[in-house]
């Protein structure tokens, strides 16, 4: 890097709309390569301005196969879309198996649709952060949304709020212990409700319910969720689905809340990433310093709480402030 | 950027061209990389050559793995290894599996496919012969 000569190469690449550097920097800001940092900061001025759409729900509800769907309704309007999975990585191998990408049907020569799957990695803090520095790079390469999928049920995912703009909620008919969970959590992180599988029965009757539930509150945005239905397999409804998400997306611009919920999810995702680089450090330097060794030595022996041990080196790191 | 840090995972693609329906064997290997820390991006079944480059290419991946059962491989993987070429990707290690008859996989070898395993190949061999590709493509 040549100071304050003008944006590195690569991110000069990523706005021209050259791929291969667009996948290589998604990578390194994956593996959290300090490379990475310079082309992250000269892209960052010109980010924020598009719809990042999250959809999220349990288990094989047809996430995928929506986002699929709907990369055909937007393609089909001229509008460029750039999309990223997350999958959970094995907490034993920490290795993955990411597999929303054989969901996706589009033009192999289509330019207009650039597809990434991520494994989760660390925790959920950094995940949020990790996902939300390759949508902004996404977004730099020129894309008119992007979408956001991640698996979830209940209040793990409220990180999809720290992502998105607008959170798409997925779920089935016969929801059954599912009803049980959005009244615990997903129920505040969802911008729009999706009963996707409507071809299966009891659609309507979970639909209703939904309505009843939304109807209950609003968001802490004030904004009251849509319920719609869909069904990939028909397919039917992904149109009103994405006009659900194009009006919260209104919503958010003519009732200033897009700036606030922004302003929310960069001090989440500052802190996010503070928490992850922080954790690592601590967790590498008790087995590694002599000092912090011998601490946690002292841990095991009973001798002190842990409690106790944390409070010792956040006053030590962090004290007098 | 364009290299790659020893502790970062292998990211590979497996990805079955061709027209035959069913993918138990990419299954089992896909599990078995990823068992080894690897992450897997699974493409799943009829994959034209241009899909399973595209796909490399937007996942950077370090390596491709291909599955066939159909006896399409004389066509579909030089013609994959060809496309990678063409999009100065040429360095992307690829290996395959599946029933191949030994004259074709002499010759397919000679095109460039790194690894070929028959169907008594053990996952072991598999994800070791796997990560030294890889490894040795960054
Ligand atoms: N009947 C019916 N099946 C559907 C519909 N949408 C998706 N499916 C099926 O549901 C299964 C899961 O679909 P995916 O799109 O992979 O679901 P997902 O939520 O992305 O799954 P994960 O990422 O594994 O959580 C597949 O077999 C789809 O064919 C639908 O509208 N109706
Ligand atoms: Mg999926």
Redesign the interface.
């Known amino acids: 890097m040549s100071g304050s000569a003008g944006p590195p190469p690569?991110a000069r690449a990523i706005r021209r709309g050259d791929?291969?550097a667009l996948?290589?920097?998604?990578?390194?800001v994956?593996?959290g390569?300090p490379?990475?940092a310079p082309?992250v900061r000269a892209l960052y001025p010109g980010t924020g301005h598009i719809p990042m759409v999250g959809l999220t729900g349990p288990l094989g509800v047809g996430k995928s196969s929506l986002l699929s769907a709907l990369v055909g309704l937007l393609r089909g309007q001229g509008r460029t879309v750039g999309a990223i999975a997350v999958d959970p990585?094995?907490p034993?191998?920490?290795?993955?198996?990411?597999?929303d990408?054989?969901r996706l049907e589009r033009r192999?020569?289509d330019d207009g649709v650039?597809?990434?799957?991520m494994?989760s990695?660390g925790e959920a803090g950094g995940v949020a952060a990790a996902t939300r520095e390759v949508a902004r790079l996404l977004e730099a390469a020129g894309f008119d949304v992007v979408f956001v999928e991640t698996v979830g049920s209940g209040q793990a995912d409220v990180a999809i709020r720290e992502i998105a703009t607008t959170s798409v909620v997925v779920l089935v008919p016969h929801l059954g212990d599912e009803v049980q969970t959005l009244k615990a959590g997903l129920f505040e992180i969802a911008d729009v409700f999706d009963v996707n599988k409507a071809d299966l029965p009891g659609a309507d009757v979970a639909a209703r319910d939904l309505t009843e539930l939304a109807a209950m509150g609003k968001t802490r945005d004030g904004w009251s969720s849509r319920v719609v239905r869909t069904s990939t397999t028909t397919p039917t409804g992904i149109a009103e689905l994405w006009e659900a998400i194009t009006a919260h997306e209104r919503f958010l611009d003519d009732s200033g809340a897009r700036v606030a919920g922004e302003r929310r999810r960069l001090a989440a995702e500052i802190a996010g990433r503070l928490r992850d680089r922080v954790g690592h450090e601590v967790t590498e330097r008790l087995e590694r310093d002599a000092e912090l060794r011998e601490l946690l030595d002292r841990v095991v022996g009973r001798k002190v709480d842990p409690w106790s041990a944390a409070e010792r080196l956040y006053r030590d790191w962090y004290g007098g402030r | 950027m364009a290299k790659r840090s020893k502790s970062a995972p292998i990211r590979v693609l497996i990805a079955k061209p061709g027209l035959d329906g069913h993918d138990r064997g990419a299954k089992v290997v896909a599990r078995a990389l990823r068992d080894a820390g690897m992450e897997v991006i699974y493409a799943g079944l009829r994959q034209t050559p241009e899909d399973v480059v595209r796909a490399a290419l937007e996942e950077d991946v370090d390596l491709i793995g291909l599955s066939i059962l159909s006896g399409a491989h004389m066509a579909l993987f030089p013609r994959i290894l060809a496309l990678l070429k063409e999009q100065k990707a040429g360095r992307i290690p690829v290996f395959a599996g599946g029933i191949i008859p030994d004259e074709d996989a002499r010759r397919l070898k000679k095109a460039g496919v790194r690894a070929i395993f028959g169907p008594g190949t053990s996952l072991e061999e598999i994800v070791s012969t796997a990560r030294r590709l890889a490894r040795g493509a960054a």
């Open positions: 690569v791929r291969r996948a290589r920097a998604i990578t390194a994956e593996n390569d490379a990475a082309v990585s094995s034993f191998s920490g290795g993955s198996v990411l597999g990408r054989i192999a020569d650039f597809f990434r799957s494994a990695r």
